[in-house]
């Protein structure tokens, strides 16, 4: 246990020089991009007295160093800051569109990893038949399509062609957010409101850029679980379980399954970085309404402080869950130790 | 494992399906659904510029004077009547008696006079359509307010319809922040005089209106949902599948040329104050010579932009003042001619340009701040201005924001611009280019004391037909100094599903959901 927190605490302090690396980084980009904030706040029309009197409000009148010093030490205070395009906390905007993309990357990397690794694991039982090349090929397509083209293609057959799903938002439009919405995660929210209806009407909008996400981490997965279920099923011990006549299938789903999960919880923490850039185009495609949306839009308004936020917010993210990978590495293969 | 794998599989499986087979289909005639790809900045009438957060405002707020639906007629709203004095610098309103806000407090003069003197503090965006014009307000008695003008105005009462002018519950609002979002206003709703009353509000997703019981006229429907999408096609979807019951702003052209062809629903095309047309930077650029801006807008094929990139959707535009305005004349047509390649070459080689020596600008644009048809206009006008062969024009985009900068920079000697008036005159549609101070803000830095002269003339004048001819002249000028050329003025289109009337959208683009009704 001492080992494990050990290890936990050195983790959590090597997460925040990267951290500060990539603040920095963005800080600098950010004001080295063309554009003005304020220009884009105030209108053309703002008389230049006030362009003038907001620029020395936010700061922007200061040295570039300056500014970068006082954004360090208003981070030091735990303040992300304010936006410089709406009269608002950068946090605001953020806590109100945060829920929407976890939802959706929770839901996805669920999918995900039950397709990909049911079907790599068939793939390495059957191996060599058709089953398998199936599979393979499937592991190799789904991960190459871009994910704004599988949104198309699903939105075209599942909602325009079959008409089964809807294809854009979290809601349909007759269903009112304002009758359950209070923590963000409309599945939880619907549930809290006894609101079945409208539970399942988020859960429909949720299947396909759910599955859009899915689909692309599910190659990933697929092709990593068939090659060490291959391993695995030539060891020893899975040599010793066919002799004692264990059956097949428990041999395979029971015994060798588990000996694979260690590479894919790598893989599931590595990919978290993809997932959220997936989440990108899948937002877009689908007109979710989630930090990623939220994230083009202020880039292109150049509100510098939310747009540094949600980086930072997005680089906690990966960090943990990579530490919580690690971390769980322990449950899954008692040998590893820290 | 295989049991935690299996249990997880069977249930995302189901519950998929269950959802699937489960969509919406609640419909009852006390609601109505209007999707729309337009977004809401901030919900305070002293801060919102755009006009579909006016659009809103205009229902949950009300002004002294409003316009009658569907019309550009000016009408009394909140003021029962209104006075000028013989200089026309004092309008003095005598209000409505015994109209209250929600929480129960009463409108009276003192709210209008708080109401203004917030806009003249907060000086945000909008702030000049008052502090341009008004010098002080004065509480004459309980129900009557006056406005001292800086100087007479001859389109003050337009002035007073707009949003910036709208009286707030003081009780409710800060008196020196801007509110972005009604949770931050006291009690958390967004209430006004207006018809409706916003209950909740979920930026980028959902608004809910409701009728306001203490609005003193009267309401139709109970309730108005707008929704908001990100991409129109989905939304015309939606629209198609039956979950919205109206659709407005903005579908694209090929969408609007289907819905059109569809009998199951009633369609309005109304006419647009929205005008795009081509700007030059004039100060520094290549184009600081009047001949050189003549000779491209000369180039300019309007009816085939009109036909090719918006389907005919869109009407060709000779005049900054848009068609259907008082003084527009189409001087452009007649002066210089639609893709006029004799005029431009002319004026061309009276400037030195030859083949092997071209004229060589960029012609900037904005990909997607006017919408998906963009790129393909600036496409089309690239085009069709290097068939002259004493011109080549190079490209270029940017985003809105990296555009606005530009402004300053100076560095797009002819973009691409459109505008949404901010009160319907001809002034709005012409100071802001070639006035001295409104030209610098949008980039194109004309200056000539002739046209500052004619503006303020026409700007204190109140006699309407003094300032027709006023701008008779001044889009006569236009044509030969050409700060901007006009190339067209959009059509609005609005969609709704069949047992649905009531839809009256004004020149000055105001919707009064009030209106709106179920057969």
Not at chain 1, 293 to 302: G, W
Not at chain 2, 226 to 251: S, W
Not at chain 2, 329 to 352: H, M, Q, S, V, W
Request: proline residues 5%; glycine residues 6%; charged residues 25%.
């Amino acid at each position: 246990m001492k080992r494990i927190l050990k290890y936990f605490t050195i983790r959590l302090l090597l997460t925040i020089p990267m951290i500060f690396i990539l603040l920095t980084l963005i800080f600098f980009v950010l004001r080295v991009m063309p554009a003005d904030p304020v220009k884009s706040m105030l209108g053309a029309h703002a008389p230049e007295r006030v362009i003038e009197q907001k620029r020395k409000e936010l700061g922007l009148d200061k040295p570039i160093l300056a500014q970068y010093v006082d954004y360090l030490k208003q981070l030091a205070r735990f303040d992300l800051g304010k936006s410089m395009i709406m009269e608002q906390k950068v946090i605001t905007p953020i806590k109100d569109k945060l829920p929407a993309t976890l939802e959706l990357i929770i839901f996805g990397l669920i999918i995900a990893l039950v397709l990909g690794v049911f079907l790599g694991a068939y793939g390495a039982n059957n191996r060599g038949t058709g089953k398998d090349t199936t599979i393979r090929l499937y592991g190799l397509i789904v991960f190459c399509i871009p994910a704004y083209w599988m949104g198309l293609m699903l939105q075209l057959i599942f909602g325009i062609w079959f008409d089964w799903l809807p294809i854009a938002g979290r809601t349909s439009s007759r269903v009112l957010v304002a009758e359950f919405n209070n923590t963000g995660f409309y599945l939880i929210d619907t549930l809290i409101a006894g609101n079945i209806p409208a539970f399942l009407d988020v859960l429909a909008h949720l299947v396909l850029p759910a599955l859009t996400l899915a689909l692309i981490l599910s190659g990933i997965f697929v092709r990593l679980t068939r090659a060490n279920m291959l391993d695995v099923l030539n060891n020893d011990y899975i040599l010793a379980a066919r002799a004692r006549g264990i059956s097949e299938k428990k041999v395979v789903y029971k015994h060798a399954l588990k000996n694979t999960m260690v590479p894919i919880l790598t893989m599931l923490g590595m990919q978290f970085a993809l997932l959220i850039a997936n989440a990108v185009l899948t937002e877009s495609t689908f007109s979710w309404p989630g930090m990623a949306n939220l994230l083009v839009k202020r880039i292109h308004l150049r509100d510098y402080p939310t747009v540094q936020a949600i980086i930072i917010l997005i680089a906690v993210m990966v960090s943990l869950s990579s530490l919580i990978v690690d971390l769980v590495y322990a449950w899954i293969d008692p040998r590893v130790e820290y | 494992m295989k049991y935690v794998f299996r249990v997880l599989f069977i249930l995302v499986l189901v519950l998929m399906f269950i959802a699937v087979g489960c969509k919406s289909k609640t419909k009852s005639k006390d609601m109505l659904v209007y999707g729309t790809t337009e977004s809401v900045t901030d919900l305070d009438p002293a801060e919102a510029y755009d006009f579909h957060t006016w659009e809103i405002l205009y229902n949950v707020y009300e002004g002294l004077m409003t316009y009658k639906p569907g019309t550009a007629e000016l009408q009394k709203g909140l003021a029962e009547s209104y006075s000028i004095n013989d200089k026309g610098d004092k309008y003095t309103f005598k209000l409505k008696e015994g109209i209250k806000f929600t929480d129960g407090t009463l409108f009276t003069a003192e709210s209008v006079k708080w109401s203004i003197d917030r806009v003249m503090r907060l000086e945000s965006d909008p702030g000049w359509l008052v502090t341009d014009f008004v010098e002080s307000v004065d509480v004459v008695d309980k129900y009557k307010v006056r406005f001292n003008l800086k100087q007479p105005c001859g389109f003050f009462l337009k002035l007073v319809a707009t949003v910036p002018y709208y009286p707030v519950n003081p009780n409710v609002f800060p008196a020196d922040k801007i509110v972005t979002n009604p949770s931050e206003l006291k009690g958390g709703k967004l209430t006004g005089l207006g018809a409706y009353q916003m209950m909740s509000f979920k930026r980028d997703e959902e608004i809910l209106l409701k009728a306001n019981p203490n609005y003193y006229g009267k309401t139709n429907i109970d309730r108005i949902v707008i929704n908001y999408f990100k991409d129109p096609t989905t939304m015309r979807l939606a629209f198609e599948k039956g979950e919205l019951d109206l659709v407005y702003k903005q579908l694209n052209p090929n969408d609007i040329d289907d819905l059109l062809k569809k009998d199951e629903y009633n369609s309005y095309k109304i006419p647009s104050p929205f005008i795009r047309f081509l700007c030059f930077e004039t100060s520094e650029s290549v184009m600081k010579n009047k001949k050189a801006r003549q000779a491209v807008a000369a180039m300019i094929d309007r009816e085939e932009i009109c036909k090719k990139v918006f389907i005919n959707q869109a009407k060709p535009l000779y005049s900054m003042v848009p068609i259907g305005m008082f003084s527009h004349k189409d001087y452009f047509k007649t002066e210089i001619g639609n893709a006029n390649i004799e005029f431009a070459n002319k004026r061309l080689k009276e400037l030195g340009y030859s083949k092997n020596n071209p004229l060589e600008f960029e012609l900037w644009y904005t990909p997607s701040h006017y919408g998906d048809t963009e790129v393909n206009m600036a496409e089309v006008l690239k085009n069709q201005i290097e068939k002259s062969e004493l011109i080549k024009v190079v490209p270029k985009s940017a985003e809105w924001s990296t555009y606005l900068d530009n402004f300053d920079r100076k560095n797009m000697a002819a973009f691409l611009l459109g505008w949404y008036p901010d009160y319907i005159d001809p002034d709005n549609y012409t100071a802001a280019f070639a006035g001295t101070t409104g030209s610098a803000g949008q980039g194109i830095y004309f200056s000539d004391p002739q046209y500052d002269k004619l503006f303020m003339e026409e700007k204190t004048s109140v006699d309407q037909e003094k300032r027709k001819e006023i701008f008779e002249k001044i889009q006569k000028l236009w044509t030969e100094d050409v700060p901007t050329a006009p190339i067209f003025q959009g059509s609005l289109f609005v969609f709704t599903k069949e047992n649905i009337t009531g839809v009256k959208i004004g020149t000055a683009m105001t919707f009064y959901y009030k209106e709106l009704k179920y057969k």
